[in-house]
């Protein structure tokens, strides 16, 4: 039985493109290389931009240009498995990450330091036309047509005939002219001539050296049956791929068909791969896939798609045969593959990345920091509401639209919207895995978690559901994380769902069972509002007065104590005067007819604009003309007068939607946001805007598909089958 090597990098950049540097202009890419679980971008005004794995080779080049580890621009770049090179302008050659086994090229080093940053190779300083970073070794073409290597030898990779280290570049024996273009990889290095052919040198298990054997070699030999000039050249994991202008030759290891040869056999030696032409723009030899980019810019890949790495929209194990890669309208011009994903660049400069991302290598964080517009939505939405990692609008005619996690939704994990069955309700409001609506009757329906529905007997059921004793009478209801409470048009409020800490006011605290329906101890009538946190219940009475029930570690029940509490009691304070009742998390507050605000409960990372928590109710400060207000997690908004939206608190997902992820413990406004809105929602880390015209925008988390923007619709379990624009790159909005 065959072992294969642990994944590392796919070196595709044979030529590398013009290089002329613009530093004013928009940052559109002109090529990316692809590791395992990192990729870098070269940047028309000459920098670098990576991102993936943090852990993998550093974080040089991770942030903004102007916060470049050097001074320095670059006309190429490639990455190994723990490190990366790049040309300067001048022909140098400067590698970074992790040293061991003298990889980046710059002579002694210390095994203390992890990752070295930008450093200039020994004797590199200039008269470079391009590099290769293979797994633990890098390779250089100079000018000259020579070919020199550095790293780790234990293969015969560096091909200098010495399996032995090499901390600074060492000339690859009998290659000192002659050579276009040079590929490397996990252990095995190529080069192809200027009078045709190739030659290979390295670790040989699979054959990928191409001479028809399995035997390592650490001097270049020649690989049969290409005599042609080659045109691009690239090395994979255990594959090797050329292209002449006869077509397209690969040799080596085929056990996902990244041969391209319609089967899954090896071969030791160089075969044609079917239906692919030999004039084409782009090649590149991934782990175990492989692609190529044809003169029209159309791209095509083959072998390994578990994490959907091919590009055409499917995840199935394999693809023997070229499939085209689907969702990229312009041309493209050159193509990169990782370990289980790919990159490819447009003739425009736009970058696009598909497969997995388990380490963040598609580019996609799982947030948003600016407001995006809710997509499907076909119908004008009347209000908006969120969950923990979904979100729910009711829309005209009383249908609901939601996306996000399964369950809540009534779908599988999806980030288009899409309509409930059998439900047509006059409000919405949505709790942490589950929804309920309120019918024109008056009636309850509940749908999601089946113990949180009201209706224990229908456990399991994932669509609406009548809720037990609320068919008729229901004028308001409340959702939080594990319970919901309804307030009747008698006044009265009845809850259900779980009980561990007191949540529904019935007196008793039970953690095992779901309840149906219960009547809150003393509320009987006289209840004007209600609001609801993640484990507890605030109520507005008719005399002015606020009472809650619940979970109380935080404070957020407002009666100068943190002892949970199974039964309804004062909040100190507050006798009147209020216009609204709010609740979200842990924090509880109301909006006063003068137009002041006060909370109590968790003030953390500023969402109240404190650094702790408060028992009893505080002043918080807040511009003029609020009309509305909503709490997640940690989070508060507000909803001015003029239709701005302002938040504070905390941040790390982006769900205060003001551009970036600092937590704020002032309001600060919503990015492009002065005006338009109408309604507000907060769900746990994300929030959501209703608009005039009816449309629907989101902000912050986005695991979930829970800002419905359609792009983790196809980004099921960390992979993304269908290519998706690098808005960060390019400057493309």
């Known amino acids: ?67 470049s580890p050097t001074s320095e621009h670059f006309s190429a770049v490639s990455l190994g498995a723990n490190h990366g090179c790049a040309i300067t302008t001048n022909g140098g050659v400067m590698c970074w990450g992790v040293p061991q086994g003298g990889r980046l090229g710059i002579g002694s080093y210390s095994v203390s330091t992890n990752y070295y940053p930008p450093t200039q190779v ?41 399996n032995s280290d090499q901390l600074e570049p060492v000339d690859v024996h009998e290659l000192s002219s002659g050579v276009t273009a040079i590929s490397a990889n996990y252990g095995h290095t190529c080069a192809a001539l200027e009078s045709g052919g190739v030659k290979c040198w390295g670790y040989n298990e699979f054959g990928m050296l191409g001479n028809g054997t399995k035997e390592e ?78 003169q029209d810019g159309v791209a095509f890949c083959w072998g390994q798609n578990d994490r959907g790495q091919i590009g055409d929209g499917t995840s199935n194990a394999y693809r023997l045969a070229a499939a085209q890669v689907q969702g990229i309208e312009s041309r493209i011009a050159s193509i990169t593959g990782g370990a289980n994903h790919t990159c490819a660049v447009t003739e425009e400069g736009k970058a696009y990345c598909w497969g997995d991302n388990e380490k963040e290598e598609l580019h996609i964080l799982p947030y948003k920091v600016k407001p995006s517009d809710v997509i499907n939505i076909n119908y004008k939405a009347l209000s908006v509401t969120g969950g923990e990692n979904h979100s729910c609008a009711l829309l005209q005619g009383g249908k609901v639209m939601c996306w996000g996690a ?127 946190g993640a484990y507890h219940t605030c109520v507005l009475m008719e005399n002015g007065g606020v009472k809650c029930w619940g979970q109380n570690s935080n404070g957020q029940l407002g009666n100068d104590s943190t002892d ?86 905390k941040n790390t997902y982006g769900q205060l939607g003001i551009g970036s992820t600092a937590s704020k413990a002032g309001f600060v406004g919503v990015f492009s946001f002065e005006s338009g809105a109408i309604s507000i929602a907060a769900g746990t880390n994300h929030t959501c805007a209703l608009m005039e015209d009816g449309s629907v925008k989101c902000w912050g988390y986005n695991t979930y598909s829970q800002l419905g923007d359609g792009l983790w619709a196809d980004l099921h379990w960390g992979y993304c089958s269908k290519p998706i624009l690098q808005v960060q790159l390019t400057g493309f909005d």
């Open 564 to 649: 949970d509490q199974s039964k309804p009691v004062d909040v100190v304070g507050l006798d009147g005067g209020i216009a609204a009742l709010f609740a979200g998390g842990s924090l509880s507050c109301v909006l006063m007819d003068d137009g002041g605000l006060k909370c109590w409960g968790l003030h953390r990372d500023g969402s109240g604009g404190r650094p702790s928590s408060s028992p009893v109710p505080v002043d918080i400060e807040i511009p003029d003309g609020v009309q509305m207000i909503t709490a997640g997690s940690d989070h508060v908004c507000i909803l001015t007068t003029v239709g701005g939206v302002k938040c504070l608190g």
């Open 406 to 532: 399964d369950g809540p939704t009534g779908h599988y994990k999806t980030g288009i919207p899409t309509v409930i069955d059998n439900l047509v309700v006059k409000t919405v409001v949505a709790g942490a895995n589950h929804n309920c609506g309120l019918t024109a009757g008056g009636g309850v329906k509940c749908w999601g978690d089946s113990n949180l529905l009201g209706n224990i007997k229908y456990n399991g059921m994932p669509k609406p559901l009548d809720v037990v004793g609320l068919e008729s009478g229901v004028k308001a209801i409340a959702l939080g994380s594990k319970h919901s409470c309804a307030l009747t048009n008698a006044g009265a409020v009845k809850c259900w769902g779980m009980n561990e800490l007191g949540q529904l006011g019935n007196g008793t605290q039970t953690k095992e069972e779901p309840s149906d329906p219960t009547d809150v101890v003393g509320l009987n009538g006289g209840v004007a509002a209600i609001a609801v």
């Open 122 to 162: 020994k004797g590199l300083e200039s008269g470079v036309m391009d590099v290769a970073a293979g797994g633990t070794h890098s390779c250089a073409l100079l000018t000259t047509g020579g070919v020199k290597c550095w790293g780790e030898d234990s293969h015969g990779q560096l091909g200098d005939g010495k």
């Open 217 to 294: 070699s650490n001097i270049p030999v020649d690989v049969p049956g290409i005599s042609d000039k080659v045109t691009f050249l690239s090395a994979g994991l255990a594959h090797t791929c050329a292209a002449t202008e006869k077509g397209v030759l690969c040799w080596g290891n085929n056990q996902d068909g990244q041969l391209g040869t319609v089967n899954r056999v090896d071969h030791l030696t160089p075969i044609m791969v079917p239906n692919i032409p030999g004039t084409i723009r782009s090649l590149s030899a991934g782990y175990l896939h492989t692609c190529i980019v044809k």
């Open 1 to 67: 039985m065959t072992s294969t090597p642990k994944p590392t990098n796919t070196i595709t950049a044979t030529f590398s493109p013009t290089f002329s540097p613009t530093p004013t202009q928009p940052p559109f890419v002109l090529s990316i290389s692809a590791t395992a679980y990192v990729s870098c971008a070269l940047l028309r005004s000459g920098d670098i931009r990576c991102w993936g794995d943090k852990e993998a080779m550093g974080t040089a080049f991770w942030s903004d240009p102007a916060n």
